[in-house]
Structure formats: C-alpha cells, structure tokens
T-cell receptor
Framework: GAVVSQHPSWVICKSGTSVKIECRSL??????MFWYRQFPKQSLMLMAT?????????EQGVEKDKFLINHASLTLSTLTVTSAHPEDSSFYIC????????????????FGNGTRLTVT | AQSVAQPEDQVNVAEGNPLTVKCTYS??????LFWYVQYPNRGLQFLLK??????LVKGSYGFEAEFNKSQTSFHLKKPSALVSDSALYFC???????????????FGTGTQLKVEL
C-alpha cells in the first residue's frame, strides 16, 4: 500500500513552453502532497506544500506564477512549469502522507519516482 | 531553523563489512528523524524513523540507526553491506512542534554509498 505514482517519468520540452507533472496517490487519500526539486548530486529542496481544495503554500524563493500547483482531488496534485527555461531543468519529486494509516506528524512521506525535466 | 548535515559525500565499503552513514541535526526540541534511500532516477524510499523510546531503531533491508541526543546524531548502520545497498542515502528531520514547522521535512545533502565486491 501507500503507492505514489508520478507521471511522466521524463520529459523534454522547448524553452517557453509549459509542462504539467501529475502526482497520484493510488491506494490512499492524500490531503497534503509535497513537491520537491532535486539538482544533480544535491539534496531535495521543498518547493511547495499542496493542500486539497485550497491554494498551495510555497517556500521562500519559489515563484508561484511559474510553478503552478493544483490539488483538485484527494488523490491528485499537479505541478505545471510555465514558460519553461533551461534553468528549470531538474528532477522534480512529489510525495504524500498516508494520513489514513498514521495521522501523526511522525509518519513518513511516500514518494513518487520523480520526473526528469529537460528544457532545450 | 532546522538543518541536517551529512558530512560524507561518499562512503565506500567492501561487501560483507559493516557500514555507517553519518548524520547530525540541528532543531529546536526533540525531533522526528528519518532515513531514506534513493536509487538512480527514482524517488525516495523510506528506511526507518526515530520517534521516541529505544535509541536503536531497526528498519528495512537490515538497516538500523542509532539516535544520540547528546551528540545530536542519527547515524545509519548495517552489520554486513551488500552490493545492492549501493545508492544515495538521505537523512531527514522534522520538528515535533507544529509551530516550529512541524509539517516540513528537511533533508541532508545525501551520501552516496558504494559497496564493492
């Protein structure tokens, strides 16, 4: 149980276009999902916290208008990179908490397999 | 602000030997501590967590970690390493207090473990 599916696993797009990444919790409801960005050989940087039915909470320095997050249902959150540029090329990872199993704050996150975005 | 330090970028171990991946943390109060493993081009997999109680925590795939409050450390260990353990390992911390950012998980920079025959 507690599977998080992320799609696509990799995408190449041209500069100036937009790309949408989906994150789904397959067998549980996720009221909160998290979006991370990982640069090569670096740690995960939290970009935003996605809450079902409300606006996402962005971390300092993350452009809200560039990284649009929508959490329309309890099993789906999307990250749209708008007007992508080569510097947006990175590995994006989503995660979710399995609230139904463990509603305490010590429950681990379950991660998707990530999306490798390359902007040419 | 909370932070996690993994002082070693890479750890090399011979198969069958014990391994240790180091982690120290800085957070207000008592934290929740986690270890995750990442294989190439994949997301993170949860290994183990420390909440309270016994300082030695046992997790998946034979891994364990020892919580040391005085040294603010949470080193990952395994008695006998396998080649298949080669991966990127992340230590993470989350404060207990919601007002202290209790919903936010902070990761270390990761340690690449290489186990060779």
């Amino acid at each position: 149980g507690a599977v998080v599916s992320q799609h696509p696993s990799w995408v190449i797009c041209k500069s100036g276009t937009s790309v949408k990444i989906e994150c789904r919790s397959l067998d549980f409801q996720a009221t909160t999902m998290f979006w991370y960005r990982q640069f090569p050989k670096q740690s995960l940087m939290l970009m935003a916290t996605s809450n079902e039915g409300s606006k996402a909470t962005y971390e300092q320095g993350v452009e809200k208008d560039k990284f649009l997050i929508n959490h329309a249902s309890l099993t789906l959150s999307t990250l749209t990179v708008t007007s992508a540029h080569p510097e947006d090329s990175s590995f994006y990872i989503c995660s979710a908490k399995y609230w139904a199993y463990d509603q305490s704050y010590n429950s681990p996150l379950h991660f998707g397999n990530g999306t490798r975005l390359t902007v040419t | 602000a909370q932070s996690v330090a993994q002082p070693e970028d890479q750890v090399n171990v011979a198969e069958g030997n014990p391994l240790t991946v180091k982690c120290t943390y800085s957070v207000s109060g008592n934290p929740y501590l986690f270890w995750y493993v990442q294989y190439p081009n994949r997301g993170l997999q949860f290994l183990l967590k420390y909440i309270t109680g016994d300082n030695l925590v046992k997790g998946s795939y034979g891994f364990e970690a020892e919580f040391n409050k005085s040294q603010t450390s949470f080193h990952l260990k395994k008695p006998s390493a396998l080649v298949s353990d080669s991966a990127l390992y992340f230590c993470a911390v989350r404060p207990r207090s919601l007002t202290g950012g209790g919903n936010k998980l902070t990761f270390g920079t990761g340690t690449q473990l290489k186990v060779e025959l």
